[in-house]
């Protein structure tokens, strides 16, 4: 059982924009910084979103992240077959003194 | 480049150890801390702890307290992380990853390609 609650799996269809949740609490999401990490099949997984909302230098401006009290979300506008993957959030959590991810969203494009 | 190259798949019987490396290159080792990430079979990311290689302070996640050893040689420009009591429990790919504090404190912007561990009698 994941600290940070996420759907199992998303989908979309190409050119599509869909959105992945992740919600936590007061100690970890309400209190901290959220990032997104990308796990292609077989690939470790890459940094997508810092500090809630940032994009990395090379992620394109499809992906954005947005975080609202307990909650963060990750959007993905004009889907593609390569965005197929894994996506994860993470965030410290004061109380565990860990840093804490998300179950995982497996992203289908259609 | 800027990387992290780890060590091959190592295969362990219950009960025993397994020490896992991760040699940095394309950047100062010693400024930026190193931490490790596992991923079970199937499963998600389960973050283990860091290592600043500047001063070899560690932290730990409360999980594997007593059971995970994480060092470094800066000599080699190399972390490592050592796991004992192996059991079933404990196979699967550990990564480790760098942190880049200018992109926030928990941010992991290069990642090694991982290491597979299987325990297995």
């Known amino acids: 059982q994941s600290v940070l609650t996420q759907a199992p799996s998303a989908s979309g269809t190409p050119g599509q924009r869909v959105t992945i949740s992740c919600s936590g609490s007061s100690s970890n999401i309400g209190n901290n910084y959220l990032y997104w990490y990308q796990q292609l099949p077989g690939s470790a997984p890459k940094l997508l979103i810092y500090r809630n909302n940032q994009r990395p230098s090379g992620v394109p401006d499809r992906f954005s992240g947005s975080k609202s009290g307990t909650s963060a979300s990750l959007a993905i506008s004009g889907l593609r077959s390569e965005d197929e993957a894994d996506y994860y959030c993470a965030a410290w959590d004061d109380s565990l003194s860990a840093v804490v991810f998300g179950g995982g969203t497996e992203l289908t494009v259609l | 480049q800027v990387q992290l190259v780890q060590s091959g798949a190592e295969v362990k019987e219950p009960g025993a150890s397994v020490k896992v490396s991760c040699k940095a290159s394309g950047y100062t080792f010693s400024a930026h801390y190193v931490n490790w990430v596992r991923q079970a079979p199937g499963q998600g990311l389960e973050w283990m702890g860091w290592?600043?290689?500047?001063?070899?302070?560690?932290n730990y996640a409360q999980t594997f307290q007593g059971r995970v050893t994480l060092t470094r040689d800066t000599s080699m420009s190399t972390a490592y992380m050592e796991l004992s009591s192996l059991t079933s429990d404990d196979t699967a790919v550990y990564f480790c990853?760098?942190?880049?504090?200018?992109?926030?404190?928990?941010?992991?912007?290069?990642w090694g390609q991982g290491t597979e561990v299987t325990v297995s009698s």
């Open positions: 990853a760098r942190r880049w504090r200018q992109l926030g404190p928990d941010a992991f912007d290069i």
């Open positions: 290592i600043n290689p500047n001063n070899g302070a560690t």
